[in-house]
């Protein structure tokens, strides 16, 4: 395969230029100024960036137990379709990955999908908060890192003890924060919203505490920490403190996050319905201000899908939280911080390949001669609108159909295979 003529763009080494790449054998073999070979697909990039495929650190495949939602054929399918080349599940599945037998079925079972599907195992046994994985055997059977993601872990001993072993193993702990002692009721901002909808919200103090509390606790250990899914403003304040006292805390943002208020909640009912929940406008600004300096490293999806049935639930009915992202992350990011001029392409990019990627040291994310050829073609003023037919995942749990977006993923290369085509 021969991709020729595009805007290519690596964030992890400023690459900028207009270059033709060449693939072979699932690896970039050359980047230059190139010559077609026989019986070479070549593919005209003209006017498209080339950028390293997406990695996505949070998504939630559903897989076992909770596959009428999502399985991981069409997790993988959403992803390709999103651009992204490598995901990574978090482990709050039924059973949850806690032992090496669950985590080697769903290895092996994702041996053949289109796209680099990873996985985290467990921090506690069953995310009950009280027992501790054998973090050892499960990095052994392959576990990038740990997360009891969903839930917070009360127990401050337990939680140092798991930062310690995680530390020895080099792998880092992703850290779902809200203090259950500090919430109301999960998925509405504790304010007005809240109280015109009848409900007692989640405040931001309740991220905002586990937030400083496990901070503080790496640093005692060493462990690399990922907050996940940061709220609050004054979320972003703490993690750049404790960036400045040189604790290994990184932290994620979601497009859901820097692109939509509590306000949505009025108008898209429990499809705005989201753990931590969407916050006031002044939070918004803070998240893209963290984004801008740098205390923001990655943004996320949290994928989380749900059935139509599940979110017609209601607020006082019980529906569950979450929404589907994989196919609209990098449209969000272009719409709300790239063309309003909030930060560049390339620090977009960044913050969506070779950031994960660094955190969880793998070695994808980036367009490197010999490195494996994970990349996408996008058309960064194509106008698009999102409609509910449109998704590759098996649910439409999105806040954001019938909005109309800037930027499109053409194609998706994972391993030097095209994984994903628009308009087919």
């Known amino acids: 395969m021969l991709i020729r003529n595009g805007h290519v763009m690596n964030p992890a080494d400023g690459r900028d230029e207009i270059a033709d790449i060449r693939i072979a054998d699932g690896v970039i073999k050359e980047i230059g100024s190139l010559v077609p070979e026989n019986d070479e697909e070549v593919i005209d990039a003209t006017g498209l960036i080339v950028a390293p495929g997406l990695v996505d650190a949070h998504v939630h495949y559903r897989d076992p137990g909770f596959t009428w939602k999502e399985d991981i054929h069409t997790g993988a399918a959403a992803a390709a379709a999103g651009g992204v080349t490598t995901v990574i599940c978090m482990a709050n599945t039924k059973p949850a990955v806690d032992s090496v037998e669950t985590l080697k079925d769903l290895i092996e079972r994702e041996k053949e999908l289109p796209v680099h599907v990873l996985n985290t195992a467990t921090v506690t046994v069953g995310l009950k908060g009280k027992e501790l ?28 003890q798991a930062f310690e072993r995680a530390a020895a193993l080099d792998l880092p702990v992703s850290l779902h924060e809200e203090d259950p002692e500090l919430m109301g009721s999960a998925g509405v901002n504790r304010g007005a919203v809240s109280e015109k909808i009848g409900v007692s919200g989640a405040p931001a103090i309740a991220e905002e505490a586990l937030t400083a509390r496990d901070c503080l606790l790496a640093a005692e250990s060493g462990v690399r920490i990922d ?41 898209t ?120 037919e449109g998704f590759h995942s098996k649910s439409a749990n999105s806040p954001f159909i019938g909005r109309k977006l800037t930027g499109k993923v053409l194609r998706t290369i994972c391993s030097g295979k095209t994984v994903y085509q628009a308009f087919e």
Request: aromatic share 4%; with cysteine; charged share 25%.
């Open 133 to 160: 994985t054998d973090m050892e055997a499960l990095a052994a059977a392959g576990a990038v890192g740990f997360t009891d993601d969903g839930i917070p872990i009360s127990d401050q001993k337990l939680l140092l």
């Open 269 to 388: 009912g429990t499809m705005a319905k989201v753990n931590p929940p969407l916050r006031t406008e002044a939070d918004r600004r803070k998240l893209i201000e963290g984004l801008k300096d740098g205390t923001i490293d990655m943004i996320v999806t949290d994928h989380a899908p749900h059935t139509e049935e599940e979110k017609a639930k209601g607020f006082d009915g019980g529906a569950p939280s979450g929404m589907i992202g994989l196919e609209t992350s990098l449209a969000l990011g272009i719409t709300t911080l790239v063309k309003t001029g909030e930060i560049t392409m390339m620090e977009l990019l960044a913050k969506m390949t070779v950031n994960p990627a660094d955190f969880y040291k793998l070695p994808c994310g980036r367009i490197a001669v010999g490195g494996c050829a994970d990349l996408i073609l996008i058309d960064p003023d194509q106008e698009w609108t999102v409609t509910a």
């Open 227 to 267: 907050i996940q899914h940061v709220s609050s403003g004054r979320t972003v304040d703490i993690i750049r403190f404790m960036k400045g006292l040189g604790i290994q805390v990184f932290a994620e943002v979601t497009p859901q996050h820097f692109s939509l208020t509590e306000e949505a909640v009025l108008t």
